[in-house]
């Protein structure tokens, strides 16, 4: 069984601004329903309440705390979820957030990264928290495919371990 992560992030990293994705693209949303339907979707408890706690259908949701989530399975580490999906015998996909990313690229867990790239989000002035995906940690990843579409903005990119 594969572990995908799936991401889409701006040029610079940006995955969200106050707990907000700050783009909107259709296309993008159906790509991530299309790869990740029927599988199970790992992710912390900030990106599930990000999503209003609600779990996307078609899928199976578990959620990183170290508290538990009474909607939720939780899981109080990566290494536990994944097991867990492993029994369930679904795709496996991270969905975020920016901490759940770094800490699966620095372990080498997944087999593989789905990478849309979104066109350069604009940083609002003030105080914001701004979510980063940690575009440095793909270095050790091979660049397998990035099918292109010229009449859509995105770039997508997949990456897989030189080991898969």
């Not at 995955?15 to 159906?30: A, E, H, Q, T, V």
């Not at 309440?49 to 990183?64: D, Y």
């Not at 789905?114 to 575009?135: I, K, N």
């Amino acid at each position: 069984m594969t572990v995908g992560l799936i991401v889409a992030c701006d040029p610079l990293g940006v995955i969200g601004i106050d707990n907000k994705i700050p783009w909107r693209y259709p296309s993008d949303l159906r790509r991530f329903r299309e790869l990740t339907m029927g599988g199970t979707l790992i992710m912390g408890r900030r990106t599930f309440e990000s999503m209003g706690r609600r779990h996307l259908p078609g899928r199976t949701t578990l959620v990183l705390s170290d508290e538990l989530q009474p909607d939720a399975p939780t899981f109080s580490s990566v290494e536990a979820a994944i097991s867990q999906a492993m029994i369930l015998g679904h795709p496996i996909w991270i969905i975020g957030g920016a901490q759940v990313y770094r800490y699966v690229l620095e372990k080498g867990l997944a087999d593989f990264v789905d990478l849309t790239l979104v066109p350069p989000v604009a940083l609002p002035e003030g105080e914001h928290e701004v979510a980063t995906f940690p575009m440095s940690l793909l270095s050790g990843l091979r660049l397998v495919s990035t099918p292109s579409n010229p009449d859509d903005p995105l770039e997508h990119r997949r990456y897989e371990r030189p080991d898969v």
